[in-house]
Structure formats: C-alpha cells, structure tokens
C-alpha cells in the first residue's frame, strides 16, 4: 500500500508561482504523476516522472513552465509550476503507478492523493 499526502496549493495571481509536494510513505519505488481536474473538465495529465527522478514527461500545456522532481531520500515528489496562467486553475493530484513504465493516462495510477486547490487569478 501506498497513501500520498499532497501539499503547498493555493491562491497565487497570474505569472506567479507554487511549488506543490507529495509525500509518500509505504513501497515509494514507483512511477509518479501529477493529474489536474479544472473546474467542470475532465481529469488531465500534467506531468510524470520515472522513479529514479531521470526521466520525465510534460503535457504540452505546462511544458517550460512546471518542472516535475523527485527526492527519494525524503519519499517525496514536487511539482514546480512558474508563470502560472488562469487556466492552470484546478485541482491537482499526486499519483504513482506500479507499472514498468510512466503513463500520461490516469487509468494506469494505482494510488492517488487527495488533491489540491490551485487558484490562479487573473
């Protein structure tokens, strides 16, 4: 088992930044990923990274502004989002996969946190 507790959302203006954590405790070994579920869409992938934190996948939308690291000392992933956007408003999702590989889509993350509010006003 694996139990994700997420941290670090909020409200922050436009072209701000956060930096969101997700703590793991259990088998930390995976595959991560961070989802977002904007106001009324569906569930989306944001970004993944490899459990050795070498490798890493963006959605197009946040590509060259969030950067996704992982610190296996400390069992925890993070999240850097720079130069936030209003449509960047959601809720966002830790999540890690016991599959070999990364995946952007949710259906193959096994365990999943509670999610976070980001807010970014215009």
């Known amino acids: 088992q694996v139990q994700l507790v997420e941290s670090g959302g909020g409200l922050v203006q436009a072209g701000g930044s956060l930096r969101l954590s997700c703590a793991a405790s259990?088998?930390?070994?995976?595959?991560m990923g961070w989802f977002r579920q904007p106001p009324g869409k569906e569930r989306e992938f944001v970004a993944a990274v490899s459990w050795s934190g070498v490798s890493t996948t963006y959605a197009d939308s946040v590509k060259g502004r969030f950067t996704f690291s992982r610190d296996n000392s400390k069992n925890t992933v993070y999240l850097q989002m720079n130069s936030l956007k209003p449509e960047d408003t959601a809720v966002y999702y830790c999540?890690?996969?016991?599959?070999?590989?990364?995946?952007?889509?949710?259906?193959?993350?096994?365990?999943w946190g509670h999610g976070l509010l980001v807010t970014v006003s215009s």
């Open positions: 999540a890690a996969t016991t599959r070999a590989t990364m995946s952007q889509s949710f259906g193959q993350y096994d365990y």
């Open positions: 259990g088998r930390t070994r995976y595959h």
